[in-house]
């Protein structure tokens, strides 16, 4: 199993600011992301699960 992606790393993969993650999680659009703990994780697979949704 891969390793989980920060809120900068799958900003930084998809060119955008940390900001606009957020903004999609609240409006539930972006691709699916898990707390753990007080942090924000995604699985890799969801992120570009999500990026081909997008096609």
Request: glycine residues 6%; without cysteine; proline residues 5%.
């Amino acid at each position: 199993m891969e390793r989980l992606w920060t809120v900068e790393e799958v900003a930084k993969f998809l060119g955008v600011p940390v900001a606009t993650l957020y903004q999609w999680r609240h409006h539930r659009t972006g691709p699916r992301s898990r707390k753990i703990g007080r942090h924000l994780r995604y699985l890799p697979e969801d992120v570009m699960s999500w990026v081909h949704e997008q096609e």
